[in-house]
Every structure is written in C-alpha cells, then in structure tokens.
C-alpha cells in the first residue's frame, strides 16, 4: 500500500529498527524492493535520486514506482531523493510520490530553512511527507569550503539540527555523522554519540536519516539504528553487486547471450541484496 514515510518511520523508532530507502532507477531494482519488502514482511522506501534524472526521468520511472507501492501488500513510501528546487518536488507530487525531499544543504543556512519550510507548507496539507538535509556530506564534489579530508568539517552540529527541525517543521531529517556518498577510500567511522545528541535534540517526531550508509558494514548501520536512525538510504553498493554476475553469464556464451537472461538474473541478486539490507534494517526485530 502507498503511504507516507511519517507512521512508517514513527513505528520504525519505536521498534528499534529502520526502514530501507532503495534508489530505483530501473523497473527490474523497483520490483526487486518491493518484492523483497512483501517476502520479509517489512515496510520499504523506493527512492527516485535527482542524480538518476539522466539515467530514467522522474515521469517516466515515477508512476511505475507509485503503481508497485499501491499494489504491494506492506506499506511502501515513495520519495523523491535530494529535490534540487522546488520545481523537482512538485514534479514529484504530479507523478503521485507520497513523499519528497529537498535537499537546500549547500545554500545559505537560512535560504535552506526557508525553502524547506515553503515545501512543508505547500505538500503537508495533501498528506505528504517532507525530508530536509543539513550539512555538507562529502561525495558529490561540493565541499563548501571544508576540507574533505576532515570529516569532522561536514558532521551536524546536534543544537542547529533542533533549530532547523522545529523551524521548519520537516519531517525526516538527514544528517552528517561520518558518512559519504558513493564509494568509500577508507572505512567510515561513525559518530555515534553526536547521533544521539541530535536524536535527543530534535522534536520527537523528526525522524533522523543516514544518508552514503551503502558501504557502512550492518554491524554499524545497526548501531546508528539502535542510536536513533529511523531511515537509511542504500544504493550504491548493491548496484555493484548485479555486474559480476552478469559477466559470468555472458563468459559462459558471449555470443548468445539474451537480454532477458540477464534481466532475469540482475532481477535476482538485487532482490536478494534488498532482502538483506531490509533484514540488517530490522536490526534483529
């Protein structure tokens, strides 16, 4: 069933555990969640990134993700990830996603709370949920003058997260604790105890989201859950894991190798790698 991420992360906190956001930027990875979420039980989030925008556009990937949400027997929300302006967000809510973020983390401080709270009051009266992003995590190039090979530059600072929920009334809040976007050089290391302090900072029901946990290893991703992550966003790292077994089908018959043999088999390790990070998300639960 199609829902907002409000109840689903709300419970999620109460239970100690998370719920999985899986970017889908293809039909075979948007089935494969979804399915995953039905076989476990489990709540899912299907994520359309604006880096993806390139690769399937929002309107055309979008009412699949909206259709496969409504059809499927567990509560799914569908999110726009990191909505550049506000145009992104409402072309989102067109195409029907139950939830939107809008990541102003690179603008000015203010500008980012305005904006953030503009969108709030535009989409929560139609039942929707908003994410917001403070911080600057290292990944996508722009450091805004900190120095990425000092983490500690990009990490949140727990009194302006309070001050940025309670003003702006976002939902879902994504912090900065020690991770990063796409690949890691070195293994991340978590700042658990500021994770806590924002936890305890932030008004109840804000809920607080990893963003670059793909590479983070399911031991500490279930730290950051038990200390206060209700929303972990994964991708990258179970994109990867789909090629290798690709490679092997077309080395056993270079020449004669279908497309739907290897859409059938990408189909199946992505379900499998969602199947795990939905049971990591559970954190024993």
């Known amino acids: 069933m199609l829902v907002n991420m409000k109840d689903m992360l709300r419970e999620a906190r109460r239970n100690k555990m998370a719920v999985a956001a899986i970017n889908t930027p293809g039909f075979d990875i948007v089935r494969a969640a979804v399915d995953a979420a039905e076989e476990l039980q489990t709540p899912v989030i299907l994520d359309h990134a604006s880096a993806h925008e390139t690769d399937i556009a929002m309107e055309v990937i979008g009412p699949y993700m909206v259709e496969c949400a409504k059809n499927a027997s567990v509560p799914v929300a569908v999110n726009l990830d990191h909505g550049l302006s506000l145009n ?88 900065c604790i020690g991770t990063e976007h796409g690949f890691y050089k070195s293994a991340p290391v978590l700042d658990l105890k500021r994770l806590e302090n924002i936890r305890a900072a932030v008004p109840e029901d804000t809920a607080l989201v990893m963003h670059g946990s793909s590479g983070v290893s399911f031991e500490n991703l279930q730290a950051a859950i038990s200390s206060g992550m209700s929303k972990i966003n994964y991708y990258t790292y179970l994109s990867i894991q789909v090629a290798p077994e690709l490679q092997k089908i077309i080395a056993q018959n270079p020449e004669q190798t279908y497309y739907n043999t290897l859409t059938a088999r990408a189909y199946e390790v992505l379900k499998q790698g969602a199947k795990d990070i939905i049971t990591c998300m559970r954190n024993g639960q």
């Open 88 to 175: 992104m967000c409402l072309r989102a809510v067109k195409c029907g996603f139950s939830s939107v973020m809008y990541d102003g983390s690179y603008l000015p401080y203010e500008e980012n709370i305005a904006n953030v709270k503009e969108i709030c009051d535009m989409v929560h009266p139609l039942g929707l949920t908003v994410e917001a992003e403070i911080g600057r995590m290292p990944g996508f190039g722009n450091h805004g003058g900190i120095d990425p090979k000092d983490k500690t530059g990009f990490y949140t600072d727990p009194e302006v997260a309070k001050d940025f929920a309670v003003r702006t009334g976002c939902d879902a809040l994504a912090v």
